[in-house]
């Protein structure tokens, strides 16, 4: 299955390999692929990002677990995750990103993006969940805040038609951003 526009590829296949990406979108493409963070896109392109969603259902997993010390680490992240789509929201009402008011924004979102960073990091020693999410955040990282550096990312894979659209009976939504 696939969908092709001027702007978007959707495409869903059995096997993930980069290879099917080579047959989908061409050795050339430069584009941004929005996709888990699955090794092999790796081997692909190094131009990636991954939905934030898929960040905030692991800091969910983590604050509904019955140990305090890993509820308080998943919550902390939720929150700061929270005040960081609220910065986002405000910086993507201002057309014109280059005004004292949106590199005022930008600037908190950058701080909020390592402070994110740090809380991610900061997991509960001897917990199994919060330890992987804190690996894959320093190997892959980076990747959840793309759509800060390009207007064309959106930081979900919500859009019209996006994952959702090709998995319909997947649905993960927590209305809590």
């Known amino acids: 299955m696939a969908y092709l526009s001027k702007n978007m590829v959707l495409f869903r296949n059995s096997a993930r390999s980069a290879f099917n990406l080579d047959d989908v979108l061409g050795?050339?493409?430069?584009?941004?692929?929005?996709?888990?963070?699955?090794?092999?896109?790796?081997?692909?392109?190094?131009?990636?990002?991954?939905?934030?969603?898929?960040?905030?259902?692991?800091?969910?997993?983590?604050?509904?677990?019955?140990?305090?010390?890993?509820?308080?680490?998943?919550?902390?992240?939720?929150?700061?995750?929270?005040e960081l789509f609220v910065e986002y929201r405000a910086y993507m009402a201002i057309p014109d990103k280059t005004s004292p008011e949106a590199e005022e924004i930008f600037a908190r979102?950058?701080?909020?993006?390592?402070?994110?960073?740090?809380?991610?990091?900061?997991?509960?020693?001897?917990?199994?969940?919060?330890?992987?999410?804190?690996?894959?955040?320093?190997d892959y990282g980076e990747y959840y805040f793309t759509f800060l550096f390009d207007l064309y990312v959106e930081p979900t894979n919500n859009a019209v038609l996006s994952e959702s659209f090709i998995y319909p009976n997947v649905l993960f939504n927590y209305r809590i951003l």
């Open 27 to 82: 050795k050339s493409f430069k584009g941004t692929i929005n996709c888990d963070c699955y090794s092999s896109y790796f081997a692909f392109i190094k131009n990636l990002t991954d939905s934030v969603l898929h960040l905030l259902r692991d800091y969910i997993f983590c604050y509904d677990c019955p140990s305090a010390e890993v509820h308080r680490y998943g919550e902390k992240c939720i929150l700061i995750l929270k």
């Open 109 to 138: 979102l950058l701080k909020l993006k390592e402070k994110i960073t740090e809380a991610t990091f900061d997991a509960p020693p001897g917990s199994k969940k919060p330890k992987a999410l804190a690996k894959r955040f320093q």
